[in-house]
């Protein structure tokens, strides 16, 4: 799942820098450069943003399986010996 959130992030993100690269390359005039700048910025931050939470959730999940793992660990370590004091 996570894979497909940092993809969908890639994506967003590059097709805001081709939209303000595409702008400010064919703005003939100052304005409509700075606004497909600004447009294309819009884009690829948000792109940025769905990028890192897909990063997170997959540390997240790592560190999930990390803890389930050492529960497994420590509840072998902590189950009652069989031992006699008679």
Known sequence: MHKIIEGIGIIVAVIG???AVVSVANGTH???GITGLLIGTGIAL???VIFG???IVERLDAIRENT???LA???RL???RDTNFN
């Open 17 to 19: 820098v081709l939209v």
């Open 30 to 32: 100052a304005d409509r």
């Open 46 to 48: 948000p792109g940025v």
């Open 53 to 55: 939470l897909g990063v």
């Open 68 to 70: 389930e793992k050492q």
């Open 73 to 75: 660990i420590f509840g």
């Open 78 to 80: 902590g189950k009652p």
